[in-house]
């Protein structure tokens, strides 16, 4: 590598330099790496601007008073033809050069890399989400904020957890609220922002608060139900180069899907734009909540999402509405229907099959460590709603944090009690789920305890410990016969 080499980020890798470490992360690879001390240095002199290796040790000699250039350059080297070789940074001659051999998303690509498992939920399973679990939520480190844009939804989805009074004339944010705490948070170190509602593209402002979130270089991803997106968007979508969008899609026959959205020609809408994504090399990631209207049907979207290359993820576990009614619930699957699709699971998803016969049945648990806390709200994760509060996440509506229209972002995440609170909150704080034989199956989701028991956020929710004791009851049936 000569010193006259131009190099650069990919315009898919982040990287952030936090107090202890450094770290890149890559949105397209979905790999992460983070350095100590000398690799953290090195890292923060890299950006989207071509530099050659020359000016890059140059800057880098004022942080190493002192030490031989010939010395820092050896180093350098070696570390950018590493980032290099994993595919986080670009070298060559020239900026044309650069630009042309950038790899971009594509669903052409044999080895997608949004197409990770066929059943679960977690398909981001390594790299970046696995990382920031282990490291960050430690440091307490904000790095992932979702921001409800506006309540306003063209749907009435018969399972949603917001109340339907709150869509009507539902509350949205102005862009200068938005903005304000995109700058807020990229001052802590924020690297991902996600947008949600409602409705997002209902925002008569999308675009001006996509466009500002990519300016201050963040991973942007949108929770949508893509009925209304528009040829527009997708020049947009592309110009911020968007991380991921998830739509939500019940299934592949109109009519019941339009049941549950309630919207009539809603199926026609979604399954039009996500043709328009993929036709476009958009990452898209579908999600297909199963109850009992969808129940037979959530296969053939899994399928036909696999067929396409994209990844899809269920869910069994409904949240009662934030205001605590429960009407929704009533949607949700039986228990028998619980466990067929339990026994589906077991039957079809090969990683999960590995996985239980690799380290279940070998008595490796994941959920052993009683100090770990249930999740990541209050330790990376911030969620701030069409009202301007802060909440720990979309479904939690009931534990305020913060109004953020009179407090400063850095004083919730930093000074506030609710804060705190949450991140004293551990594993070993729910015995029900702690003590028991079916641990290592329960979800512990503190935004569904809290729906689903009038607010009592550390009483398990019932529905989820059925489905634990069961899913127990098939694994342990499936090791004793596969091992
Ligand atoms: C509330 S919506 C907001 C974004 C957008 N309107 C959409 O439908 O994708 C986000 C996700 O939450 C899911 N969801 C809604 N109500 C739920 C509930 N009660 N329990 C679990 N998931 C729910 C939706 O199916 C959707 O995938
Ligand atoms: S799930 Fe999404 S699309 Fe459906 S009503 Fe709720 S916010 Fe609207």
């Known amino acids: ?210 466009e500002y979130a990519r300016e201050k270089d963040l991973m942007i991803s949108i929770l949508s139900n893509l009925t209304l997106l528009k040829t527009e968007h997708i020049a947009l979508l592309k110009k911020i180069n968007i991380s991921m969008i998830q739509v939500s899609l019940y299934s592949l026959d109109d009519a019941t899907h339009d049941y549950i959205t309630q919207l009539p020609g ?23 909540p199963v109850m009992k209207h969808n129940y037979m049907h959530y296969k053939d979207v899994l399928r036909w999402a696999r067929e396409h290359r994209i990844s899809a ?44 016969l690799n380290e279940y049945a070998k008595g490796i648990e994941t ?6 806390p249930p999740c990541s709200v209050g330790n990376d994760s911030l969620f701030i709603s069409a009202e301007g509060y802060a909440y720990p996440c979309p479904s939690w509506q009931s534990f305020k944090i913060a109004d953020l229209n009179k407090s400063t972002l850095y004083d919730t995440w930093n000074n506030n009690e609710q804060t705190n609170h949450l991140r004293k909150i551990k594993r070993k704080d729910f015995p029900e789920h702690m003590n028991s034989e079916y641990r290592e199956f329960t979800n512990v989701c503190m935004a569904r305890n809290a729906n689903n028991n009038k607010g009592e956020y550390m009483k398990m929710d019932r529905k989820s410990i059925e489905v634990a004791k069961m899913t127990k009851e098939l694994v342990d049936d499936f090791v004793a016969k596969n091992n």
């Open 1 to 210: 590598m000569n010193n006259k080499l131009l190099v650069r980020l990919t315009k898919d890798s982040f990287v952030r330099n936090y107090s202890t470490h450094g770290y890149i992360t890559n949105q397209l690879i979905k790999n992460d790496r983070i350095f100590n001390e000398t690799g953290a240095d090195f890292l923060s002199v890299l950006s989207r601007n071509p530099k050659t290796i020359k000016q890059l040790t140059e800057e880098l000699l004022f942080i190493y008073e002192g030490v031989e250039l010939a010395e820092i350059q050896e180093d350098f080297t070696v570390f950018i033809q590493d980032l290099e070789k994993e595919g986080f940074v670009l070298t060559g001659e020239t900026p044309d050069e650069l630009n042309k051999i950038e790899p971009s998303f594509t669903y052409k690509d044999i080895d997608v890399k949004t197409n990770k498992k066929y059943f679960s939920d977690d398909f981001e399973s390594e790299g970046t989400s696995e990382y920031i679990y282990d490291n960050l939520i430690n440091e307490h480190q904000l790095s992932s904020l979702t921001i409800e844009l506006t309540k306003l939804c063209n749907e009435r989805c018969v399972h949603c957890y917001l109340p339907n009074s709150q869509k009507q004339n539902g509350k949205t944010l102005s862009v200068s609220f938005v903005k304000r705490l995109i700058d807020e948070g990229v001052d802590m170190g924020l690297l991902s922002v996600s947008f949600t509602g409602g409705e997002p593209f209902l925002h008569k402002n999308i675009f001006e608060i996509l």
């Open 313 to 356: 993820s269920t869910d069994l576990d409904l949240s009662a509405q934030t205001d605590f009614n429960e009407d929704n619930l009533q949607h949700g699957t039986t228990n028998e229907q619980s466990k067929e699709l339990l026994q589906d699971m077991l039957k079809e998803d090969k990683t999960w099959q590995q996985v239980l």
């Open 266 to 288: 809603s199926f026609e809408k979604t399954m039009h734009s996500i043709k328009l994504l993929l036709e476009n090399d958009i990452p898209v990631n579908i999600s297909c």
């Open 367 to 372: 959920k052993a460590d009683g100090n770990q």
